[in-house]
Structures are given as structure tokens and as C-alpha cells.
């Protein structure tokens, strides 16, 4: 393996261009039996389940040298090296780069599709299927971050100054540790999205296509939409599933994901007015809300006690009502599994607390927050943070109280690096954005704000439940291998079906308003958000039960 000397790199910091100095990128391609990804806490990939000396020709595994700082030249102290994995068919029709959001692990979607593990990807495995672990995850030069860092900030929000100058100095502290521990020295400001499409550009270049195809789900829109605004003329057919846009305010989002946290808790509700097996069935509109505020009415007399979690370091003996709202909000988010949040608030009530388990975050939760630190340009100060939960906690009727925006906030807080201006991002490519009335991860207001963005694209309104509508497509049954993300079968989506048709067409899909999806063509405009209680619920609406699965959060 060749690696360019300290001297190129000075030698290229003396020439005029520095793209130059980047010369094609070339992937080195490895032995996939060699580069194995671990289990995340989103997958349940276990490798006993297959031969590592037999691998599918169709998986391809590699790694890309790419400047860990793109305004300066490739070199050695300057250098990180990206892993990623295809899904490769023999003829392949073009390439699809597939991201999966935040610090969702990427390489392994390659794995699991070429093991037949997924289902996912039916009717797009004449494509050539490109998957990288995001820079600072997993196999692409993963960040040391201790989790423990972060656990002051996982309190109370402040409602003081003094409070807020507590969280800031506890940012502080895990941002300086993040920075010590990282290597190579500096990589910590440099795991944003602007580099990120850089590397997908490297990746373009290196795999010789002219453009490609992109599906971008969750944060992987956000990514999209910026490779889409930095290399237009390298676009091709673009989804993006579930978007977080550019330029919306925080306090705007805070606001978004309460309203959209109100929604999934009252779609729980109407779930469970509908569904007999629901422990509080024939109790009436409304009564589930009631119920869980009931539960944390209860915590807060006296915290749950869990003898299991006695003695562990993976959940914590007392339930918090602090506890109930963060485990509430985790649980309405990715693929809510009602059945089982509704016997939680049941159990809960009848003094078993299990279902509200707490405990410490995982290292995919805490590697999310400096990628999500690099992008985000906010108000540091307490006066901004005040004001938008003030508003929050005003129109939240649930009691979860909680919001993703927040907590990023204060974990951002002491952030010291520069951030780009958060600022709208116009993109005149003819794409399709996909959004689910009822995300409480991603609120639909957002999908309609990145839409307002992008005035040659077309509107999916999936009319249903969960993030990332484009993930609630058949999985196999537990049985058959492990699965991807969403641990049930549910049947195919309305939208799922608009989204394949679009990647292997390019032809927008037209006008449509039917029970389960619909569809605005460029120019029209978003009917308003559908009432919880009207939209069905059950499988085809995206209604996941998992039995006593956890499905777990992608973000
Ligand atoms: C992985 O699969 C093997 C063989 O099927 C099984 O014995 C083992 O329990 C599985 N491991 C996990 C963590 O699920
Ligand atoms: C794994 O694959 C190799 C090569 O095809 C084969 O020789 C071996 O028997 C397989 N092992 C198992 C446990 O199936
Ligand atoms: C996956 O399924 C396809 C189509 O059924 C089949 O051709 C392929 O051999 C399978 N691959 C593996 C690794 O089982
Ligand atoms: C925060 O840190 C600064 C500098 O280290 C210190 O002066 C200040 O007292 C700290 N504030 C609080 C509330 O802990
Ligand atoms: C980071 O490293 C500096 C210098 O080595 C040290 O003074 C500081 O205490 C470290 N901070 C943390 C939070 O690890
Ligand atoms: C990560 O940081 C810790 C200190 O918090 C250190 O002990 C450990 O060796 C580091 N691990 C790696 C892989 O750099
Ligand atoms: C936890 O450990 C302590 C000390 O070893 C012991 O006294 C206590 O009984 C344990 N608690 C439970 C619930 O196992
Ligand atoms: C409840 O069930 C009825 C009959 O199956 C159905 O028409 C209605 O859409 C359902 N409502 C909800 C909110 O699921
Ligand atoms: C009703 O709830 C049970 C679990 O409590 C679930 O298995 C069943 O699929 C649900 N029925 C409908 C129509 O959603
Ligand atoms: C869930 O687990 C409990 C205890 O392990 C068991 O009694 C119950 O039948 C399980 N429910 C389902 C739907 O599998």
C-alpha cells in the first residue's frame, strides 16, 4: 500500500491549486471476510449465521484514503480512511448511494442485502448498491468518545442561568475529552457534512460514474440535499426519505418535534380505540394520554424500583419520571410498536415500572452528537434556549416534555469550532421527498419545509405511522435470518412502491390522494397534516408489532 510522504504534502502546499493535489481516488478493494462490521445496537447482524469463507460474489468491500481536512492536501497527518461495501450485480443499470441517517452503521446494509438478510432493496438489485460508514463511525476511522461524558448533560433541562452555564461546562468537558481521545488530532471539527459530501464525491470519482442516484433517509436527506447543492451536475435520481431540512431555526424544530410527539402519542391512542387487545380499549378518545401522564404522576411520588437493574451497568434500578419521558419519547420514535408502549403504560400503572427501563447511551447516541455539532449553527445562550422550551412545554400535551432539538442543543452548547450559517439550501432537481404524517423523529413539517426548498420535486405523504418510510417495506420473518432496522414483517408501502419507481424511472410520479399515500406534483400545494384519529391504523399504515422485540431507534 502506497501512502503519499510528508514531503507531497508540503510540496503541495507550496502549488497553486489544491485540488490538485487530491489525485483520483482509488479504492482499495479488501477481503470482506477481513472487514466483518459489528452488530449495532439498530441491526441484529450476527455473523455465526453465515460462512465468512463463502461470502456472495456480489458483496464488495473497500476503503478510500480521503483528506480529513478538504482545504488542505492530502497527506499523511492529514489522512483518514473511509470504509464502505456494494452490493454489486453483474450488469448493474447505475449506482445508488444509500445513507442511512445519523450514525446509523452504513457498510452493513451492503452485507445484509448481499446475504439476502433484508428485503429492503427489492426491486433495485440491478443497482449498484453504495454504502460508507459516515466519517467518525464504525469502520470509517470510528471517534473515541467516552460514553460517560455526556451523562451530566442527560438531567433536567436547565431552567436557571446558573443551570444552563452547568450544561455548558459539562459540553465543555465531553467536547475537550472527544478532542484529546479522537485521532488523528483535529478529526473532531472535521466530521460535518461538508466533508461528508466530499467524500461521496470521492467516492463518485473513484468508482468512475458520471452521476449517481442517491437515497437519502433521516439525516442521510441532509446529506443528500447538500452533496445535491455542492455537485448539481452529478445528480441524478434523488430520494429523500424523512427530512431533516437545511435552515430551519432550532427553536422552529423544537417546536416541530413536539407537535410531532403529540400526534404519535395520540395515534396510540386512536390505536388502541380500534383495537380490542389494547389494555385500555373502550375507556374512550383521549384515555391513553391521560394514562401515561398518570405514570409519571406516580414516578414522581416515588421513582419505579427494578431489582433487575440492580447491580447492572446497562439499565438503572430507579425509574425517574425523567426517565418515563426520555424512554416515552425513544419509544415513539423510529417504528413505534404500540402493543407494546400501550402494556408498558398498563404494567406501569399497576406498579411495574420495567417497560420505562433507563440507562446509559449508546456509543453510535453519542458519536451522532459532534457530527451533529459540526453542522449546526444555533444561539448558544440560555435567553434562546429559555424561550423555545418555554413555547415546547406550552403546546406539549403529552408530558413527554422532551425534545431531540434541545438535547442538542445543550450537548452542543460549548461546541469551540466554526459552523457553516445555517441557511436554506435551493435545489432545482426534479426529486422526490417522502414524509409519514406521523414521524415523531423526523416531524412532517420539516419534509414540507425542505419540499418549499426544492420546486422542481414532488411530495410523498405517506399516511401513517413511523421515520423513514422507505425502511417499513417487508423484512423477513424473524426466522429466516436477521433483519434490517424494523424487526417485523409489515407489508409493502404505498410510498415504498412511488420511491422504487422513481429510482429506476427518473419519471416523477403524478397527483395522487389515496387512503394510504399522497402524492403533490411540483407547484401544488400540502394539504394540512392528517388528524391522528382519521388515518387508519394497523400494518399497512406502517403499525409495527414486535411482541417482546425491542426495535430500536434509527436516527
Ligand atoms: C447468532 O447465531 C447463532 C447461530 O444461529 C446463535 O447460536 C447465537 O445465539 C446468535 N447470537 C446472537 C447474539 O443472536
Ligand atoms: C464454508 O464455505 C467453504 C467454501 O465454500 C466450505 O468449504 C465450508 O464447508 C463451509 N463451511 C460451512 C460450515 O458450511
Ligand atoms: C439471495 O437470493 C437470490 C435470489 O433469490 C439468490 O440468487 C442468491 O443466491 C441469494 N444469495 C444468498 C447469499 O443467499
Ligand atoms: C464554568 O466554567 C468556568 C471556566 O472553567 C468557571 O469559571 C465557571 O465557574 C463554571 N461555571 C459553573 C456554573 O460551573
Ligand atoms: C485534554 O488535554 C489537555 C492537555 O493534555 C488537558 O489539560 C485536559 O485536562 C484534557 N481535557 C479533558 C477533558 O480530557
Ligand atoms: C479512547 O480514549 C480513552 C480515554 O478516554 C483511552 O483510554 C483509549 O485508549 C482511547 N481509545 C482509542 C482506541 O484511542
Ligand atoms: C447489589 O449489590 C449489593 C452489594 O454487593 C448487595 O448488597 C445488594 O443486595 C445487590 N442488590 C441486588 C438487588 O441484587
Ligand atoms: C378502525 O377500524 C375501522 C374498521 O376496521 C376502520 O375503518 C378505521 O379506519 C379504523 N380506525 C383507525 C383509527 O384505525
Ligand atoms: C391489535 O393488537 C394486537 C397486539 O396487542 C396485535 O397483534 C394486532 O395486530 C392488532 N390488531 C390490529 C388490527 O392492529
Ligand atoms: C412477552 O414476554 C412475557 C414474559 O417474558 C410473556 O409472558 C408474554 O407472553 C410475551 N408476549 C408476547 C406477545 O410474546
Same mark, same amino acid.
Not at 465531553?174 to 472535521?190: C, E, F, M, T, V
Not at 403529540?262 to 390505536?271: H, T
Not at 389494547?278 to 391521560?290: A, R
Not at 453510535?364 to 453542522?375: F, G, R, W
Given at each position: 500500500?502506497?501512502?503519499?510522504?510528508?514531503?507531497?504534502? *508540503?510540496?503541495?502546499?507550496?502549488?497553486?491549486? *489544491?485540488?490538485?493535489?487530491?489525485?483520483?481516488?482509488?479504492?482499495?478493494?479488501?477481503?470482506?471476510?477481513?472487514?466483518?462490521?459489528?452488530?449495532?445496537?439498530?441491526?441484529?447482524?450476527?455473523?455465526?449465521?453465515?460462512?465468512?469463507?463463502?461470502?456472495?460474489?456480489?458483496?464488495?468491500?473497500?476503503?478510500?484514503?480521503?483528506?480529513?481536512?478538504?482545504?488542505?492536501?492530502?497527506?499523511?497527518?492529514?489522512?483518514?480512511?473511509?470504509?464502505?461495501?456494494?452490493?454489486? #450485480?453483474?450488469?448493474?443499470?447505475?449506482?445508488?448511494?444509500?445513507?442511512?441517517?445519523?450514525?446509523?452503521?452504513?457498510?452493513?446494509?451492503?452485507?445484509?442485502?448481499?446475504?439476502?438478510?433484508?428485503?429492503?432493496?427489492e426491486?433495485?438489485?440491478?443497482?449498484?448498491?453504495?454504502? %460508507?460508514?459516515?466519517?467518525?463511525?464504525?469502520?470509517?476511522?470510528?471517534?473515541?468518545?467516552?460514553?460517560?461524558?455526556?451523562?451530566?448533560?442527560?438531567?433536567?433541562?436547565?431552567?436557571?442561568?446558573?443551570?444552563?452555564? *452547568?450544561?455548558?461546562?459539562?459540553?465543555?468537558?465531553?467536547?475537550?475529552?472527544?478532542?484529546?481521545?479522537?485521532?488523528?488530532?483535529?478529526?473532531?471539527?472535521?466530521?460535518?457534512?461538508?466533508?461528508?459530501?466530499?467524500?461521496?464525491?470521492?467516492?463518485?470519482?473513484?468508482?468512475?460514474?458520471?452521476?449517481?442516484?442517491?437515497?437519502?433517509?433521516?439525516?442521510?436527506?441532509?446529506?443528500?440535499?447538500?452533496?445535491?447543492?455542492?455537485?448539481?451536475?452529478?445528480?441524478?435520481?434523488?430520494?429523500?426519505?424523512?427530512?431533516?431540512?437545511?435552515?430551519?431555526?432550532?427553536?422552529?424544530?423544537?417546536?416541530?418535534?413536539?407537535?410531532?410527539?403529540?400526534?404519535?402519542?395520540?395515534?396510540?391512542?386512536?390505536?388502541?380505540?380500534?383495537?380490542?387487545?389494547?389494555?385500555?380499549?373502550?375507556?374512550?378518545? &383521549?384515555?391513553?394520554?391521560?394514562?401515561?401522564?398518570?405514570?409519571?404522576?406516580?414516578?414522581?411520588?416515588?421513582?419505579?424500583?427494578?431489582?433487575?437493574?440492580?447491580?447492572?451497568?446497562?439499565?438503572?434500578?430507579?425509574?425517574? /419520571?425523567?426517565?418515563?419521558?426520555?424512554?416515552?419519547?425513544?419509544?415513539?420514535?423510529?417504528?413505534?410498536?404500540?402493543?407494546?408502549?400501550?402494556?408498558?403504560?398498563?404494567?406501569?400503572?399497576?406498579?411495574?415500572?420495567?417497560?420505562?427501563?433507563?440507562?446509559?447511551?449508546?456509543?453510535?447516541?453519542?458519536?451522532? *452528537?459532534?457530527?451533529?455539532?459540526?453542522?449546526?449553527?444555533?444561539?448558544?445562550?440560555?435567553?434562546?434556549?429559555?424561550?423555545?422550551?418555554?413555547?415546547?412545554?406550552?403546546?406539549?400535551?403529552? &408530558?413527554? &416534555?422532551?425534545?431531540?432539538?434541545?438535547?442538542?442543543?445543550?450537548?452542543?452548547?460549548?461546541?469551540?469550532?466554526?459552523?457553516?450559517?445555517?441557511?436554506?439550501? #435551493?435545489?432545482?432537481?426534479?426529486?422526490?421527498?417522502?414524509?409519514?404524517?406521523?414521524?415523531?423523529?423526523?416531524?412532517?413539517?420539516?419534509?414540507?419545509?425542505?419540499?418549499?426548498?426544492?420546486?422542481?420535486?414532488?411530495?410523498?405523504?405517506?399516511?401513517?405511522?413511523?421515520?423513514?418510510?422507505?425502511?417499513r417495506s417487508p423484512?423477513?420473518? #424473524?426466522?429466516?435470518?436477521?433483519?434490517?432496522?424494523?424487526?417485523?414483517?409489515v407489508p409493502d408501502q404505498a410510498?415504498t412502491k412511488?420511491?422504487?419507481?422513481?429510482?429506476?424511472?427518473? %419519471?416523477?410520479?403524478?397527483?395522487? /390522494?389515496?387512503?394510504?399515500?399522497?402524492?403533490?406534483?411540483?407547484?401544488?400545494?400540502?394539504?394540512?397534516?392528517?388528524?391522528?384519529?382519521?388515518?387508519?391504523?394497523?400494518?399497512l399504515?406502517?403499525?409495527?408489532?414486535?411482541?417482546?422485540?425491542?426495535?430500536?431507534?434509527?436516527?
Amino acid at each position: 500500500m502506497h501512502l503519499p510522504s510528508r514531503f507531497f504534502c *508540503i510540496a503541495a502546499l507550496l502549488s497553486f491549486s *489544491i485540488a490538485r493535489s487530491i489525485p483520483q481516488p482509488e479504492i482499495r478493494w479488501i477481503d470482506c471476510a477481513n472487514a466483518v462490521p459489528e452488530p449495532t445496537t439498530s441491526s441484529t447482524f450476527n455473523t455465526s449465521t453465515f460462512n465468512l469463507t463463502d461470502l456472495p460474489s456480489t458483496l464488495h468491500c473497500g476503503q478510500l484514503d480521503v483528506p480529513m481536512d478538504y482545504s488542505k492536501p492530502l497527506c499523511e497527518s492529514n489522512m483518514i480512511t473511509l470504509g464502505l461495501a456494494m452490493y454489486r #450485480p453483474v450488469n448493474p443499470k447505475g449506482v445508488l448511494f444509500f445513507n442511512p441517517g445519523g450514525s446509523d452503521a452504513g457498510v452493513i446494509v451492503a452485507w445484509e442485502v448481499a446475504l439476502n438478510l433484508t428485503r429492503t432493496f427489492e426491486g433495485l438489485l440491478d443497482f449498484d448498491l453504495l454504502v %460508507i460508514d459516515v466519517r467518525g463511525t464504525f469502520s470509517s476511522n470510528q471517534l473515541n468518545v467516552s460514553l460517560d461524558t455526556l451523562t451530566p448533560l442527560l438531567g433536567p433541562y436547565p431552567t436557571t442561568q446558573n443551570e444552563f452555564d *452547568i450544561a455548558k461546562n459539562a459540553s465543555a468537558t465531553a467536547i475537550q475529552s472527544w478532542i484529546n481521545n479522537s485521532s488523528p488530532l483535529g478529526i473532531i471539527q472535521h466530521v460535518g457534512t461538508k466533508e461528508v459530501v466530499q467524500d461521496y464525491e470521492q467516492v463518485r470519482k473513484a468508482l468512475r460514474y458520471e452521476k449517481i442516484n442517491f437515497l437519502g433517509a433521516s439525516y442521510g436527506s441532509f446529506r443528500a440535499t447538500q452533496y445535491a447543492a455542492t455537485f448539481p451536475h452529478r445528480v441524478n435520481r434523488f430520494v429523500l426519505d424523512s427530512v431533516a431540512p437545511h435552515g430551519r431555526p432550532f427553536f422552529q424544530q423544537a417546536q416541530d418535534n413536539i407537535a410531532a410527539t403529540n400526534r404519535a402519542l395520540q395515534r396510540a391512542d386512536a390505536y388502541c380505540m380500534n383495537n380490542s387487545s389494547c389494555p385500555f380499549y373502550g375507556k374512550g378518545k &383521549g384515555y391513553v394520554l391521560e394514562a401515561f401522564k398518570q405514570v409519571l404522576a406516580i414516578a414522581k411520588q416515588a421513582p419505579f424500583f427494578l431489582p433487575d437493574c440492580a447491580n447492572t451497568t446497562f439499565c438503572y434500578p430507579y425509574v425517574t /419520571d425523567l426517565d418515563i419521558q426520555t424512554i416515552m419519547l425513544l419509544n415513539l420514535g423510529g417504528a413505534p410498536d404500540f402493543p407494546n408502549i400501550l402494556d408498558g403504560i398498563y404494567a406501569a400503572l399497576n406498579g411495574n415500572g420495567v417497560f420505562f427501563a433507563d440507562g446509559p447511551p449508546s456509543l453510535e447516541d453519542v458519536v451522532a *452528537i459532534p457530527l451533529l455539532c459540526n453542522d449546526y449553527e444555533f444561539e448558544r445562550d440560555f435567553g434562546t434556549f429559555q424561550a423555545s422550551l418555554e413555547e415546547g412545554l406550552k403546546n406539549d400535551i403529552t &408530558g413527554v &416534555g422532551q425534545t431531540q432539538a434541545w438535547l442538542i442543543q445543550l450537548m452542543c452548547s460549548a461546541w469551540p469550532f466554526p459552523v457553516p450559517k445555517s441557511k436554506l439550501l #435551493p435545489v432545482d432537481k426534479k426529486m422526490l421527498l417522502v414524509t409519514a404524517d406521523f414521524d415523531p423523529s423526523a416531524p412532517t413539517e420539516w419534509t414540507t419545509f425542505g419540499w418549499e426548498q426544492a420546486p422542481d420535486s414532488a411530495l410523498v405523504v405517506r399516511h401513517g405511522d413511523d421515520h423513514v418510510s422507505f425502511l417499513r417495506s417487508p423484512s423477513l420473518p #424473524p426466522s429466516g435470518g436477521q433483519l434490517l432496522t424494523s424487526t417485523t414483517t409489515v407489508p409493502d408501502q404505498a410510498s415504498t412502491k412511488i420511491t422504487k419507481a422513481f429510482l429506476n424511472t427518473g %419519471i416523477l410520479p403524478g397527483a395522487q /390522494d389515496s387512503e394510504f399515500a399522497s402524492v403533490y406534483t411540483p407547484g401544488m400545494t400540502r394539504k394540512p397534516i392528517s388528524d391522528p384519529y382519521s388515518v387508519p391504523t394497523g400494518a399497512l399504515a406502517g403499525d409495527v408489532d414486535s411482541g417482546n422485540v425491542t426495535v430500536e431507534v434509527p436516527y
